[in-house]
């Protein structure tokens, strides 16, 4: 092949032969490892060989010389992040706190805060832990989206097909088929408030939110200055498209809650609720700007100050929880921390389904819009404590998802992408990673999260010549667009969120 002809993405390759030898050592199998390190240095033609492709890396080779100089680069920073790992390992970096049952610690690194690694090895699909959400709040645009059939605790959809078909508007909307959906109607447990809209899908559930956040902002319990605040906020919150602009809100409802019901010091209520995360340095506030997150402030603390002015703590919680200061770091930090999670309803499931299947009685209806409005997810910005300390990287090795387990509410579940080494910082993607450029991805962390990532991908394309970068990444945008028609929509990945 001579040199700028069309190849096969090296991006593509490097990735997924990084992700190999990763997996190889998480497992333990070294000289596995070895072999396959090997295998790509006398062989640099593999790079643009596709991965399922039968013929000859010589077939393939497209400049020796460039080939070599990338699967060192690729080599060299991969030797650079075992390094890491083995020095984790050892227990000389950081400060080290033993969390889910000692098979993850959280260490301190220089530059990266507070990370969490594995102390145990894991198994590529091994469960490395479940942890409730501190809280929930649907995405900008849902919030409203078939309000009275979503749990305003734990946001399980509920009702049947034929209710949500209802909310949908007349207007081009198609008939409701006669056959097909099985699920049975849920339960809908309705806020006591009399005033409030809230809807539960268990009683448990409803329990569990009147003793924390919705205790505070039931429009039920509120009298009409609180109303007003909330109102205000709300509006604040439209303004700023920014769902995080509620979650605050939330947030601060279940601070205050669990100071008026226990005993617990205002500082571990704190810490247990996200205190010591890490928040962006700048002041944008969640998008609200200076003026606006001072008028979040005065109208949280209209709303707040009823529950928690006899408290021996009312001062501190002023300063920690409704002061500009406290919402402004919440707000930022919220931004970088909070993971996307989308919730399929049982007439979603089974709508998807029919509209892969012609022989299904839904499948007609399924390939309609109105079928496919209601396949949609619902999706929720999350805040999750042990996630929250996981940083990103553009060859992870963990899955973040969400799902509903009876009346205990809805929970995260983390599982393993690939094996893992003890000692290996657990990380995920922010962004899709696979199939993205050096400059895309370095470009949308930046412009989002606010960093430059310097995962072993990002750190041997950041040592490449612009014209080995450019034939790295040669074919990415091509490889997305067939990845992203084979692939199932973005909001099947809870990871990525943008709210």
């Known amino acids: ?104 610690d959280v260490i301190s690194l220089p530059c990266k805060g507070q990370v969490a690694i594995a102390s145990m090895r894991f198994a590529a699909g091994e469960v490395i832990l479940k942890e409730k959400p501190l809280a929930l709040q649907p995405l900008f645009g849902q919030a409203n989206l078939e309000a009275s059939l979503v749990c305003a605790g734990c946001s399980r959809m509920l009702g049947d097909a034929a209710a949500h078909w209802r ?73 700023a498209q920014n769902c995080h602009v509620l979650l605050a809100i939330h947030l601060a409802a279940e601070v205050i809650a669990k100071a008026r019901s226990t005993d617990l010091p205002l500082e571990e209520i704190l810490e247990n609720h996200g205190a010591s995360f890490v928040s962006g340095s700048s002041l944008h506030g969640g998008g609200l700007g200076v003026k606006g997150v001072e008028d979040l402030a005065k109208n949280a603390e209209a709303l707040f100050r009823p529950f928690y002015k006899d408290l021996p703590v009312a001062e501190e919680i002023h300063r920690c929880v409704v002061s500009p200061e406290a919402l402004n770091h919440r707000l930022n930090m919220l931004d970088l921390v909070c993971v996307k999670a989308s919730f399929l309803s049982p007439h979603a499931l089974a709508l998807r389904q029919a509209e892969k299947d012609v022989d299904q009685p839904l499948a007609s209806f399924a390939n309609t819009s109105t079928g496919k409005q209601l396949a949609r997810a619902y999706t929720a910005s999350a805040v999750v404590p042990w996630v929250a300390r996981c940083n990103h990287s553009c060859i992870p090795n963990i899955l973040v998802d969400f799902e509903h387990e009876g009346s205990d509410g809805v929970f995260c579940t983390v599982t393993a992408s690939r094996a893992i080494a003890s000692g290996e910082e657990l990380t995920m993607e922010y962004l899709p990673v696979v199939g993205m450029s050096f400059k895309e991805r370095q470009e949308g962390l930046l412009r989002q999260w606010g960093f430059q990532c310097e995962c072993p991908r990002c750190n041997a394309d950041s040592s490449l010549s612009e014209e080995d970068v450019a034939f790295v990444c040669f074919g990415c945008e091509s490889f997305r667009e067939v990845e992203e028609d084979s692939c199932p929509s973005a909001d099947e990945h809870p990871e990525t969120l943008q709210c």
């Not at 329990?207 to 924390?212: K, T, V």
């Open 1 to 104: 092949m001579e040199s700028g002809e069309p190849h096969f993405p090296v991006q593509i390759n490097l990735y997924f032969w990084l992700n190999d030898i990763l997996d190889l050592v998480g497992q333990a199998k070294y000289a596995d490892a070895k072999e396959l390190l090997e295998l790509w240095w006398q062989n640099p033609g593999l790079l643009t060989v596709p991965r399922w492709s039968g013929g000859s890396a010589d077939e393939w080779l497209h400049d020796p010389i460039q080939n070599s100089r990338c699967v060192a680069a690729y080599a060299t920073a991969l030797r650079k992040y075992m390094s890491e790992v083995d020095r984790n390992e050892v227990g000389n970096v950081g400060r080290r706190k033993s969390v889910g049952s000692h098979r993850t």
């Open 167 to 239: 909310q949908l508007p007349e207007e081009n909307r198609s008939p409701f088929p006669e056959s097909g959906f099985t699920e049975e109607p849920s339960e809908l447990c309705p806020c006591p408030g009399r005033s409030c809209q809230a809807v539960f899908c268990s009683n448990a559930c409803r329990d569990r939110a009147l003793s924390g956040h919705h205790g505070l902002l039931c429009n039920a319990l509120l009298n009409e200055e609180q109303r007003k605040a909330y109102g205000k906020i709300s509006e604040l919150y439209r303004k």
